[in-house]
């Protein structure tokens, strides 16, 4: 960059400031197009499009074993995404695993019953998935016929661990 700033300086005023604009442009472009890493940029993005292939992943087997028995799939929901979201990050942010209040989940949401699973520590939505069907309660909310839609966040924290809650609910 010093080259650039010496070449600059031996030109005249008025085409130093043309040449300063273009260089502004351009590092204003090369930003926008996350070529140059930039807080909450590529990185953030990164790790955005890691978490969704996390949580497709558990969705996915989520809607096998519920298929297998004969069972609806359940469809997306961007209320219930939204508060799977957010409890996910609030349990990394906190290293805390603790459901959420899901009397909110019920009114913002328009639904009539909701459920949700989380978990710590899964390196893929395939092992948070076969945990939950090994435990009672969380296989429970996975097969209970009554839910039709669910929300999915999952978030890595500072240490690597995927820090996941799946939100189920039905429709009032």
Not at 15 to 23: G, M
Not at 70 to 84: E, F, I, M, Q, T
Not at 85 to 106: D, F, N, V, Y
Not at 109 to 130: D, F, H, W
Request: hydrophobic share 35%; proline share 2%; net charge positive.
């Amino acid at each position: 960059m010093t080259a650039i700033t010496e070449r600059i300086n031996t030109l005249g005023r008025s085409r130093r400031s043309r040449i300063q604009r273009k260089l502004i442009a351009l590092s204003a472009t090369i930003v926008l197009l996350g070529l140059f890493p930039v807080i909450g940029g590529p990185v953030a993005t990164a790790e955005a499009a890691h978490g969704a292939k996390y949580e497709k992943s558990a969705a996915r087997h989520t809607n096998a074993e519920r298929t297998s028995r004969g069972l609806v799939k359940l469809r997306w929901s961007a209320c219930l995404d939204r508060y799977a979201e957010a409890q996910a990050k609030r349990m990394a942010q906190r290293q805390s695993l603790q459901h959420q209040r899901l009397r909110p989940i019920l009114s913002q949401c328009g639904l009539r019953s909701t459920g949700e699973n989380i978990a710590v520590g899964y390196r893929s939505g395939k092992a948070v998935t076969r945990a939950w069907m090994a435990s009672p309660d969380h296989r429970e909310n996975i097969l209970r016929k009554e839910y039709r839609n669910y929300g999915l966040g999952a978030h890595k924290d500072s240490h690597g661990r995927w820090w996941v809650s799946h939100v189920f609910g039905r429709k009032a």
